[in-house]
């Protein structure tokens, strides 16, 4: 008892010489902040132009532990594949949804954050975290480093890669913003595994009705994973789902598409067949697109 209230009472001495130090220091009227015109690479030039001032986005590729999940162990982005990445990261995530649906629309609702990490984190599970959204205005990109050449000009290692995880994530913004019909959640509910999804068999996850195992571990990652796939896979990619899924299982991933369809059109005026439409022809050019010059 005695040692807490010497504490105080120093506190209390500490207190008054603070009060007194500050009310007999005079103020300088310079700002405290660097009025300096920020210095900026090409890269960093090409991202005000392209990220920032169309859409307000800070796109950062210079790691920065505070804005990174510290639960894992991240190592920066290479810069000349990040501004790869950042090339078709607009052209494949932010053009479709802007012809389709409008530019504000995309202004309005895609995050104000993007962060670039050169490696994905990995799970207790020893799965991979190639993406992740956090609370509507930050989403991460991981796995920079593992481009190549010839990955950057495939679709669907890119899609593998990232294109899904762009547009999961996107979903997963929008369900935060908008929120969807709740009677989604039932349509598989006694299915739903939680972390146990990485021991399911791709075939039984469609037999049960969705699109993949991860859909399994609870109905926001199923509904995002639904919607991903289909919109960055081609009639015959989902048909052949729907065929490994069987009767049953075809039939229920066909009622959750429909909600989604559902949502998409009613809480965001966006048709989703059309975006995959985009969606699949861009994938078809990215392979023509100059990486290697900023304009």
Known sequence: MKKYLYLVASACLCCGAILQSCGESKLSGDSIFSTEAQKRNAFDQWLYKNYTMPYNIDFQYRLKTEETDKAYNFVPADSAKTAKLAIITKFMWFDPYAETIGLDFVKENVPRIIVAVGIPGYTRYRTEVVGSAEGGYKVTLSKVNALTDDLLKDYHSMTAFYFHTMHHEFMHILNQKKPYDESYDNISRADYVSGNWTSVPEKRAYALGFVSPYSMENPAEDIAELYSIYVTSTPDEWNNILKAAGNKGASTI??????????????????????????????????????????
């Open 254 to 295: 066909n009622r959750k598409l429909k909600m989604v369809r559902d949502y998409m059109k009613n809480s965001w005026n966006a048709d989703i067949d059309l975006l995959r439409n985009a969606v699949l022809r861009r994938g078809g050019k990215i392979s023509t697109l100059d990486l290697n010059s900023l304009n």
